[in-house]
């Protein structure tokens, strides 16, 4: 039989978390042994070792690394049907949109602008890479997201707004004062390596820059003349007096999207979608009006 109950996967997520049975039971509020049944039984119900036990611990096996990612994948879905059912019981709740916090703040101006009045909002700000996670397990409806460096597998999306990328420097820095910069310059800048943020599974790309998972955290390090990144040129909303952005002309281009979990028959979920489609020739003429050294030239 291959049915799963969802607590099984709770017991088996906090176990493979924690590689520890006495930890994990502490944090789920039973006592060991129960748990350490449980799991054995789960084993067996499946025909393989997900857990390799010492005195020491618990170590996964290739097989408890899958069920850990397919479980937390199951989790999430699960919770995410129970919010989304209760939100679906109350007509009068607002939609709530996630998005970086900094990230597109223009277009997100103009985007709630248009629906106030007919489509009530709630903003939920983010950090870097969270968006994909709020929308999988039901905390947002809809967010703003970025290809290519956000996770849009599996979403339904309508593409708002394309750009080019800024450097974003500490301004004494010599290569602030140019007008534009190539990423061959700004890859190999002594003392001044670009920030690393975490991958989707939580771990960092090799490399000297610092770790970061906060705008905050980032805009200290670089007004400090710690770090640079670069950005899409419309995130420099957050941009503090001790930075300066300047055009990396062949970064790839970023675009800004609209994505939402597929299948959703909110009517206000599609009045939304309906609007930010018809903002984006008029956000995209306001911009190169307001901002036009900002793109980058076509390469």
Not at 57 to 85: I, P, Q, Y
Request: charged letters at 25%; aromatic letters at 4%.
């Amino acid at each position: 039989m291959d049915d799963l109950e969802t607590r099984e996967l709770r017991y088996f997520v906090a176990v493979a978390e924690e590689l520890h049975f006495g930890r994990a039971a502490d944090r789920l509020g039973i006592a060991q042994p129960p748990l350490s049944r449980a799991i054995r039984q789960l084993e067996h119900r499946l025909g393989v070792q997900l857990l390799d036990r010492d005195r020491r611990g618990a170590a996964l096996t290739d097989a408890g690394r899958v069920l850990l990612r397919e479980a937390r994948t199951a989790l999430d879905a699960v919770a995410a049907a129970a919010r989304r059912t209760r939100r679906a019981g109350d007509p009068t709740r607002p939609l709530v949109l996630v998005t970086k916090a900094g990230a597109s703040h223009e277009l997100l101006q103009r985007l709630l602008d248009a629906v106030a009045g007919t489509t009530p909002v709630e903003v939920l700000l983010c950090e870097v890479g969270e968006q994909a996670h709020r929308l999988r397990d039901g905390q947002a409806d809809v967010a703003i997201m970025h290809r290519p460096v956000d996770d849009l597998a599996g979403f339904d999306t309508v593409d708002l707004h394309t750009e080019g990328q800024v450097a974003i420097l500490p301004a004494a820095h010599p290569l602030a004062a140019r007008d534009q910069l190539t990423l061959a310059e700004v890859s190999d800048v002594p003392n001044l390596p670009i920030a690393r943020w975490p991958r989707l599974d939580g771990t960092y790309p090799d490399g000297p820059g610092p770790e970061v998972r906060t705008q905050s955290q980032l805009a200290q390090l670089v007004a400090l003349g710690r770090t640079l990144l670069v950005i899409p040129a419309s995130s420099r909303a957050w941009q503090w007096p001790e930075h300066v952005a300047v055009p990396v002309v062949d970064a790839p281009h970023i675009t800004t999207v609209l994505a939402w979990p597929p299948g959703s028959r909110s009517p206000a979920l599609a009045a939304l979608v309906r609007t930010a489609a018809g903002l984006c020739e008029g956000y995209r003429n306001a911009e190169s009006a307001t901002h036009p050294t900002q793109e980058a030239p076509s390469t």
